[in-house]
């Protein structure tokens, strides 16, 4: 079963594309399932939620000053980069939204999966992700506003309520569900990336399925975008880590977390406010940060750590 699970996951990139090219060649299949994405994505957080302890959020405090680092670059770099993409290849308003929103987003669950991949530090990339995913419930609506609400009106607190339904409720169902330990959680651990997987390439398949008609119109420029988005990400997390001294474990730990965001969050937003085609953003990043993560793992693992700078 073990090793299942492990061969499975580690051709989450193919099922992606795979499914992705067929959603695109038969959207009948999809097209309808979209009321699906929301209930996928809170299997995906309370997924997550059972790999958590109370203890875990401990780390927050002890490692305060990365943490705050991490959530400043998480919500200041990649809303900013995703604004500043938009205007620079002039993304139509509709497909605009989703791009910002995807910024705005927090650091997604795959983070912590590719951070174990590239030797990072895993104990401090579920501590961001946690973080920024509780602060996401204020941050992500409120940034939002900031770089669109002068020009569309935003249901903020409609944004909010539904983000604490989609993500803090689920998250909090698994950590107490892990904590009380009355049944054998390693068993179910063990199922767990095969079932985050599944869900997200339900998610990206759903998406391509309701949108199959627009990817040849705006499929191209907003995928550049996406890749752009990803990759400055990264770059600058790394950059400014390494800057500031930090060592190349922490480095790559923030690297990782700033540039994978959780774009099935940012999708499921975008459709039940703005409709599917704002939700191309989010697929297309669901699906190349899904490619590029496990290639900047491979690179990391094979590449000796240098000494502490």
């Not at 695109?24 to 996928?40: A, D, K, M, V, Y």
């Not at 506003?145 to 983000?163: A, D, K, R, V």
């Not at 049944?183 to 985050?196: D, F, G, V």
């Not at 490619?291 to 700078?309: D, H, M, Q, T, V």
Request: with cysteine; charged share 10%.
């Amino acid at each position: 079963m073990k090793h299942f699970v492990a061969t499975s996951t580690s051709l989450f990139p193919l099922w992606v594309i795979l499914f992705s090219f067929w959603a695109f060649l038969e959207p009948q299949h999809w097209s309808n399932l979209s009321f699906l994405i929301i209930p996928l994505l809170s299997l995906i957080m309370f997924s997550m939620g059972l790999t958590l302890k109370v203890e875990d959020f401990f780390r927050i405090f002890k490692n305060f000053k990365i943490i705050y680092l991490g959530i400043l670059l998480q919500f200041l770099l990649m809303p900013l980069l995703g604004f500043l993409l938009v205007k620079i290849f002039y993304i139509e308003q509709i497909l605009g939204l989703g791009v910002i929103l995807v910024g705005c987003a927090p650091g997604g669950t795959a983070s912590n999966v590719i951070c174990y991949l590239a030797k990072g530090d895993v104990a401090l990339s579920i501590s961001l992700t946690v973080c920024s995913t509780v602060l996401a419930v204020f941050f992500m609506p409120l940034l939002f506003w900031l770089y669109t609400g002068s020009s569309i009106e935003i249901p903020i607190f409609q944004m909010m309520i539904s983000i604490f339904k989609i993500v803090i409720i689920p998250v909090t169902l698994g950590i107490i569900l892990n904590s009380l330990g009355f049944i054998n959680m390693e068993k179910i651990k063990l199922c767990l990336p095969l079932i985050a997987v599944i869900a997200i390439v339900f998610i990206i398949t759903i998406i391509i399925g309701s949108n199959s008609n627009q990817i040849f119109k705006h499929g191209p420029k907003i995928f550049f975008t996406v890749v752009c988005h990803n990759l400055l990400g990264i770059f600058l997390g790394f950059y400014l880590c390494k800057k500031m001294n930090y060592t190349e474990k922490i480095a790559r730990t923030l690297a990782i977390e700033v540039g994978m965001q959780n774009s099935g969050l940012a999708t499921a937003l975008a459709i039940k406010y703005f409709g599917p085609l704002s939700a191309l953003a989010g697929a297309f990043f669901s699906i190349w940060h899904n490619i590029s993560g496990p290639i900047l793992a491979s690179f990391w693992k094979r590449k000796n750590f240098k000494n502490n700078k």
